[in-house]
């Protein structure tokens, strides 16, 4: 209960504006509680993104880990192996998922290494996976360059993370994801991403 009321007040207040007293205050239970459980703020948050980042992390790595079996690769296998884990996170839950996500792209905007420990990896082996399936798309690594696939995901995954609000026209739902948005959401950061 604590590490939902937290993730729902980080994702909509964002970290920096939510307080430990707070998080009590709307779960309904006294300030020692939160602290009891989470000895510090940085403590709390690091429980909110390994709830979900773990699982999603992991699901990243193994889908670029597959890729090294294949050949033949397009931009959308990169994509698609970065996109579809949080697809699937935000799906089975779209409400907490979306909240979540916001606060993952905020924290890896912000450059906090909780996001390297609880989603990247601290090797960096997501990074490493990702630089190794580039270089089997014909034509695009080394050309992908150090700045345009960090650009490509974040701006995906911060388009996913908005995913609730008006300008893409709400494509989230109580039932998840549109599948018309993830797939031309797929689409433009593919082209974005081989341009």
């Not at 989230?172 to 082209?191: C, H, I, M, R």
Request: hydrophobic share 45%; proline share 5%; glycine share 10%.
């Amino acid at each position: 209960m604590l590490l939902d009321t937290a993730e729902e007040l980080f994702g909509t207040a964002g970290v920096d504006n939510v307080s430990m007293r707070s998080v009590a205050r709307e779960a309904g239970v006294a300030p020692a509680a939160v602290t009891h459980h989470f000895p510090s703020k940085r403590a709390l948050v690091e429980a909110v993104v390994h709830r979900r980042g773990g699982r999603v992390g992991d699901a990243v790595r193994g889908r670029l880990a597959a890729l090294a079996e294949r050949e033949n690769l397009v931009t959308r296998d990169l994509v698609e192996s970065v996109l579809l884990p949080f697809v699937e996170e935000i799906n089975t839950d779209p409400t907490d998922g979306i909240s979540w996500l916001k606060i993952v792209i905020t924290l890896a905007l912000n450059g906090d290494d909780i996001i390297a420990t609880e989603i990247v990896g601290d090797d960096g082996d997501i990074a490493e996976l990702f630089i190794n399936a580039a270089s089997k798309v014909p034509g695009l690594y080394p050309g992908v360059g150090e700045l345009r696939a960090p650009i490509a995901m974040f701006s995906m995954l911060t388009a996913l993370a908005t995913a609730d609000l008006g300008g893409y026209g709400r494509p989230v739902g109580p039932k998840g994801l549109d599948p018309e948005f993830v797939e031309q959401l797929t689409v433009f950061t593919a082209s974005g991403l081989g341009a």
